[in-house]
C-alpha cells in the first residue's frame, strides 16, 4: 500500500531492553522524521534525516538511534528502554524541511516497564 | 529559537457554532505557519499552511486561519463547527534562528470537543 506505515503499532517492554520502531514511506520523499509526543509537549523532533546515510539530531536525541540506509526506510532504536521514553512515536516524510507538508504515520504506542 | 504558544489546551463549543483555535508564534525571520489535525488513535494530518503567500489561507473541511504578522498570530477558524471536527489540534512554525536552518515546532495542542 502506498504512504507511510509503523510497526509495531503497539509495544510493550522492559526497562534496559532494546527496541526498534520501523518507518517505511512509498513516495521517495528526501527527508523523514521521528517524533514523540507527549501529553503537554506537543510533538517533539527526536532525529530527522535529509537522505540516505543522512541524519540529525532534533531536540530530543538523548536515547535514541537512527539509521537510513535506504531512502523508504527510517528505524528508531531504543538502545536501553528507559519509563521516560513511553509514549506515542511519529514517523513523519516530506519532501522538503521547512515549508512542504510533513505526511505523519499512524503512530506506535510505546509502554517502558 | 522560535516557538509555538496554543491558548487553552481544551476548548468546547456547540454544534453550529463559530469555531476559534489560537495560536500565537514567535520567530526572528518570516515564518511558514501550519495547522495539523489529529483524530484519535492516528497520526497528524495538514488542515492548512501560510508560506508567505496570501494571508488569508484556506483549508480543508471548513478551516481557514489567517496569518496577522502585527500580532505574530495564526488563528483558526471554522463558522460552523460539525460533530466530526472534535479532534486535538496543532499549530506549528517553521522557522530557523541564528543562521540556521528551518525546523518545524509545535505547539502543545488543543482538544476541540464539540457538543450536539
Known amino acids: 500500500d502506498a504512504g507511510i506505515t509503523q510497526s509495531p503499532r503497539y509495544k510493550i517492554t522492559e526497562t534496559g531492553r532494546q527496541v526498534t520502531l520501523m518507518c517505511h514511506q512509498t513516495w521517495s520523499h528526501s527527508y523523514m522524521f521521528w517524533y514523540r509526543q507527549d501529553l503537554g509537549h506537543g510533538l517533539r523532533l527526536i532525529y530527522y534525516s535529509a537522505a540516505a546515510d543522512i541524519t540529525d539530531k532534533g531536540e530530543v536525541p538523548d536515547g535514541y538511534v537512527v539509521s537510513r540506509s535506504k531512502t523508504e526506510n527510517f528505524p528508531l532504536t531504543l538502545e536501553s528502554a528507559t519509563r521516560s521514553q513511553t509514549s506515542v512515536y511519529f514517523c513523519a516524510s516530506s519532501e522538503d524541511r521547512a515549508r512542504e507538508t510533513q505526511y505523519f504515520g499512524p503512530g506506535t504506542r510505546l509502554l517502558v516497564l | 529559537a522560535q516557538s509555538v504558544t496554543q491558548l487553552g489546551s481544551h476548548v468546547s463549543v456547540s454544534e453550529g457554532a463559530l469555531v476559534l483555535l489560537r495560536c500565537n508564534y514567535s520567530?526572528?525571520?518570516?515564518?511558514?505557519l501550519f495547522w495539523y489535525v489529529q483524530y484519535p488513535n492516528q497520526g497528524l494530518q495538514l488542515l492548512l499552511k501560510?508560506?508567505?503567500?496570501?494571508?488569508l489561507v484556506k483549508g480543508i473541511n471548513g478551516f481557514e486561519a489567517e496569518f496577522k504578522k502585527s500580532e505574530t498570530s495564526f488563528h483558526l477558524t471554522k463558522p460552523s463547527a460539525h460533530m466530526s471536527d472534535a479532534a486535538e489540534y496543532f499549530c506549528?512554525?517553521?522557522?530557523?534562528?541564528?543562521?540556521?536552518?528551518?525546523?518545524?515546532?509545535f505547539g502543545s495542542g488543543t482538544q476541540l470537543t464539540v457538543l450536539p
Open positions: 501560510y508560506t508567505s503567500a496570501a494571508t
Open positions: 520567530s526572528s525571520v518570516p515564518p511558514y
Open positions: 506549528a512554525v517553521s522557522a530557523s534562528s541564528s543562521g540556521s536552518a528551518r525546523q518545524l515546532t
